[in-house]
C-alpha cells in the first residue's frame, strides 16, 4: 500500500513486472507485422508505456517512427458520448505496418475508431498494443494483438493513468482504495 496525495493506493501491477512484461512485448511484436513500422502512442494515458515499449523494441533491434495521436471519447463527462480526433498524426500509413499503443483497453471504441482510421488511410496492417485488457467491459468486437494484463473492474490510476490529471507519475498501476 502506498499513499500519495493523502490517498491510500493498492498495487494492481508493480514497476517490476510491468516492466518484465513490456520486454515480453517486444518480443511478441517482432514476430508480428513490423515492415517499415510507424508506432501510434494514443494520448494521452499511454504515454508512458509508449515510451517504455518503445525502448524495448529498440533494445530488441526494431527501430519503428513514432508518431502521437490524441482522441477524446469522454469530454467533461464519464460517459462517451463517442470518439473525436483532438490531434491526428502528421506521417503517411499507407502501405506501412501500424502498431496502435494505448494504456487501456475498456470500451473498445477509441481503438477501433484509431484502427478504422489507420485502415481508411492505406495502412497495410494494423496491430494493438495496450497495457491493460479489461474484457468485461468491452462494447465493440475488438481485440487487442498484444496485452500487457488483464485487468479487474475498478478503476485504476498510475503509469501515466490518471483522476482528474493527478497520479499519472506513479510507477505502478494501482487502485485509490480511501483516504489515507
Known amino acids: 500500500m502506498h499513499v500519495v496525495r493523502g490517498k491510500n493506493i493498492e498495487v494492481l501491477f508493480s514497476t517490476e513486472e510491468i516492466a518484465r512484461r513490456n520486454e515480453e512485448l517486444a ?6 507485422p513490423a515492415e517499415d513500422l510507424l508506432v501510434i502512442a494514443i494520448l494521452k494515458g499511454s504515454f508512458v508505456f ?5 525502448r524495448a523494441l529498440h533494445k530488441i533491434g526494431l ?3 513514432v508518431e502521437f495521436m490524441t ?4 469530454g467533461t463527462g464519464t460517459v462517451s ?7 491526428d ?26 484502427r478504422n ?10 496491430s494493438i498494443a495496450v497495457l491493460l485488457d479489461k474484457q468485461n467491459k468491452r462494447e465493440e468486437v475488438l ?20 483522476v482528474a490529471y493527478a497520479f499519472r507519475e506513479l510507477p505502478f498501476v494501482g487502485v485509490i482504495t480511501g483516504d489515507a
Open 27 to 32: 518480443l511478441e511484436i517482432a514476430k508480428g
Open 50 to 54: 509508449a515510451a517504455d515499449l518503445i
Open 63 to 65: 527501430a519503428p517512427e
Open 71 to 74: 482522441l477524446s471519447s469522454y
Open 81 to 87: 458520448r463517442g470518439v473525436r480526433l483532438v490531434k
Open 89 to 114: 498524426i502528421d506521417s503517411v500509413v499507407e502501405g506501412r505496418d501500424v502498431l496502435l499503443i494505448d494504456d487501456i483497453l475498456e470500451s473498445g471504441r477509441t481503438l477501433r475508431f484509431a
Open 117 to 126: 482510421l489507420m485502415l481508411e488511410r492505406g495502412a497495410a496492417n494494423v
Open 143 to 162: 481485440e487487442a494483438d498484444y496485452a500487457g494484463f488483464h485487468c479487474p473492474d475498478r478503476f485504476v490510476v498510475g503509469y501515466g493513468m490518471d
